[in-house]
């Protein structure tokens, strides 16, 4: 015999938990579950940020703040109008927890801890008669006129509402497709690039400040600092690369060139600035004397790649080398040969097609009393808090929907 719930909530990840504590908070008669397929929940709030959870990030204009989505940006205009980053730190602060600010907008629990977050949706849960069903994975999904049947792996209950907020999930994924829905094709949206390079392979851990980088034969285009790892390089000017060219990234099989401006001049004004280095520092090796607040490995590097010696003086280099090193700094190539996934964290692209939404309420447009929140749909962002916004912003959304 199926039991019964007013409202069940697939997914015990943030968007689930937050949808069922707002739900359960306005509405104490309504019976609400969560249906988490592991025996715990919550482990991308576990893992993010390093273990700290990055909550959100205090970029506070909607029309700013939609920047971030590669894939939502025009959706999620209005939805950040009723709740965005402002409402995201009032809601925590209310149950007792304080978010900080740092320095690049990022921001976190003042404990620097996720465990702040985990405990304060599995109290609030409790608080509120919310029943979390541990180790419950979803295997059937049937829509009537009136109910929802859901068959897992322990037992069949059935509802009148319900919010699918799985995240990249491609086995529900299936059954929303099974019921009507489209899917667009999941890939990989944050992740690193490898690369193999002489000038970079010794220098793991060095990062440039502020860089421009293009994928060439793409419109693709960002700025920001670079990080040099042990396989290739990361940080926020290639996450945003990964993100806003997953597709086409994929489409070339994670094979593709960049160009790097390591100082964000163009080729005359840093030829002119080395000239003027070349008078400045005439006696000195011209591979300790960095210029433009480079990295001093980073500059040794990119010297010698210019066919520079490594004892050579300022005043001996010729006018070929200082083209050459001119264009190591304003234009150099690198071939990438693959990624890697960013940290620990795992996000894609692909979901519910955005088209079959109503995002005034987060329902479905093809089955009536369906609802989603999260990376569930087609929506994803940038590395810095901005998936936990979507999270929170349409689960939120959602439960004021959901039951009138």
Known sequence: M??????????GGAAGFF???NIAEQNPDVKVAILERGKEGLQKVKISGGGR???????FIPSELVLNYPR?????????????????????????????????GRMFPVSNSSQTIIDCFLNEAKKHNVEVLYNHSVKHIKANETLFSVETSQDILECKKMIVATGSNPKIWKLLQ????????AVPSLFTFDIEDNRIITIPGVVAKDVEIRVLGTDLISEGPLLITHVGMSAPSILKLSAFGAKELAERNYNFEIEINFIKQDSESCIDNLKNSKLEFAKKAVVNSPQFNLP???WKKLVWASDIAKDEAWADIKKLQLENLATQLTKAKFKVTGKSTFKEEFVTAGGVDLKEINFKTFESKKIPNLFFAGEVINVDAV????NFQNAWTSAYIASKSIWP
């Open 2 to 11: 199926a039991h019964y719930k007013d409202i069940i909530i697939i997914g």
């Open 53 to 59: 959870c990055n909550v959100t990030h205090a970029e």
């Open 296 to 298: 001093k490995r980073l």
């Open 383 to 386: 590395t810095g808090g901005f």
């Open 19 to 21: 949808a069922a504590i």
């Open 178 to 185: 099974n019921l009507g829905h489209t899917i667009v094709d």
């Open 72 to 104: 939502g940006e025009k959706e999620l205009l209005g939805p950040f109008h009723t709740f965005m980053t402002g409402d995201t730190i009032a809601w925590f602060e209310e149950r007792g927890i304080a978010l900080k600010v740092e320095e690049d």
